[in-house]
């Protein structure tokens, strides 16, 4: 079945720190890959979306992540994080160009410590 | 634009009770979809719809209906509410024709306790 998969749970950074956040997908032919946020209290925003071309994606608020589609993965990635990216990260993909039925992973907890 | 509007912010239902969940879109969106976010277990997809009158099943549908007659409003309904289905509600849409880069937009949720 197609699937995709957080391992970190829960993340604890001092800013500053630099953050990387692991997803992988399962093989299942052409897949769309996303970064949603959802800070305390509030819904999911779109960090960045890979469809094709440069695996290297750039999002909002400094975030990246690449598509390395040898390793399955699409890992996220901040240089520095800062206070106010204390929030929940979800990965989640698309198959088959099935895109109003994303499955997600099951999120990560990250709190950056000022 | 509103975007994605999510009615009731909060509720709490009594085993057996029914209700339903609304969701409303002003972007002319076709596609619709209902998820449920329970910890641990991320974001599963209950049921989705790809225009006005037509629905399928996700990956959880027991429990739920759902009915598609304008393309703005997609409400789900709870026929008989379980403490199972304690959880928060999102409602998202998106449209095909924006092919290749199309993107879900989240409405904020409906955080729903069933005692």
Redesign the interface.
Known sequence: AQSVS?HN?HVILSEAASLELGCNYSYGGTVNL?W?VQYPG?????LL?Y??GDPLVKGIKGFEAEFIKSKFSFNLRKPSVQWSDTAEY?C?GTYGGA?????????TLLAVQP | NAGVTQTPKFQVLKTGQSMTLQCAQDMNHE???W?RQDP??????IH?S?GAGITDQ?EVPNGYNVSRSTTEDFPLRLLSAAPSQTSVY?C?S?S?RDR??????????TRLTVL
């Open positions: 957080q749970h996303f949603y509030q819904h999911l925003q779109l979306k469809f094709s979800f989640a895109t109003n039925k994303l499955i997600f992973g099951t999120g | 596609y619709m979809s998820y641990g277990m991320g974001l599963r997809l989705y790809v996700g999102f998202a998106s095909p290749g880069t199309d993107t879900q937009y989240f409405g904020p949720g």
